[in-house]
């Protein structure tokens, strides 16, 4: 059965890290299309960052540029995300999200917090 585990994510500090990672099982990870997405009270869900099959390109939100990197690895199925100079807007919950074609699954979500 597919299965979308994140973890990773918690309280941080104004500009402080953290790392999420998320685990993937039950399809063929190589061929999916990986993103994070979040969501943060009362707003939509955005996505944050992508990376292709094979992890040779990757897209970012503006709101993230220069202090998130997306990677993958598809020897152990997972995507990270590394998350730098966190600001109390990154407040969300956190989703990772495989697509391939029509096929979207998604993670149950890990919650960052950013405040002092």
């Known amino acids: 059965q597919v299965q979308l585990v994140e973890s990773g994510g918690g309280l941080v500090q104004p500009g402080g890290s953290l790392r999420l990672s998320c685990a993937a099982s039950g399809f063929t990870f190589s061929s999916y299309f990986m993103s994070w997405y979040r969501q943060a009270p009362g707003k939509e869900r955005e996505l944050v960052a992508a990376?292709?099959?094979?992890?040779?390109?990757?897209h970012y939100a503006d709101s993230v540029k220069g202090r998130f990197t997306i990677s993958r690895d598809n020897t152990k199925n997972t995507v990270s995300l590394q998350m730098n100079s966190l600001k109390p807007e990154d407040t969300a919950i956190y989703y990772c999200?495989?697509?391939?074609?029509?096929?979207?699954?998604w993670g149950q979500g890990t919650q960052v917090t950013v405040s002092s």
């Open positions: 999200n495989a697509k391939f074609i029509s096929i979207d699954y």
């Open positions: 990376i292709t099959r094979a992890g040779g390109s990757t």
